[in-house]
């Protein structure tokens, strides 16, 4: 497994998921400063609602912004079968059906997906329960999780 790759395709992610962003904020900005959306009377929200959006669209792209600085400047870190899970860790686990899922532990931009070497990797981050539960644990150990009311157990497969 390329770290290295990895980090840069988390970052070309991040990239799109930015530029989609910032597209969708300056339409929602043109939208709220239209002279059309100008409030006829007291009941008129449009304009409003539509700043709004655009203030909520403009806070999205300064997350995806804090996110690429945090990316950047992420360390690859290598492991090896002694490892123990740490922030910049690619992790696999099991669960008792027998189904993997890859989980990246960084530090921003958590549920984020994307697909690397045939592969869907979630970006989660040590501020989410998994995470936190992760954090220290090394391959074999095994982590208890209760999702959507019912208790899950994980197996600690790999970590890259």
Known sequence: MNKQLLQAKIIQTLEKAQQGATKAALQAHATATNKECVAENKYDTFGLEASYLAHGQAKRVAEYDAALLAYKSL????????????????VQLEDEECATQCLFLG????????????????LITTSSPLGEAL????????????????????????IY
């Not at 360390?75 to 690619?90: A, R, T, W, Y």
């Not at 530090?107 to 979630?122: C, H, N, R, V």
């Not at 074999?140 to 019912?150: C, I, P």
């Open 75 to 90: 360390g690859v870190i290598s492991f090896n079968e002694e490892s123990e899970i740490e922030l910049g860790s690619l």
């Open 107 to 122: 530090p921003s931009a958590g549920g984020l997906k994307f697909e690397y070497e045939d592969k869907e990797i979630t």
């Open 135 to 158: 954090i220290g644990r090394c391959i074999g150990d095994e982590v208890e999780m209760k999702l959507a009311g019912k208790n899950r157990l994980y197996e600690i497969v790999a």
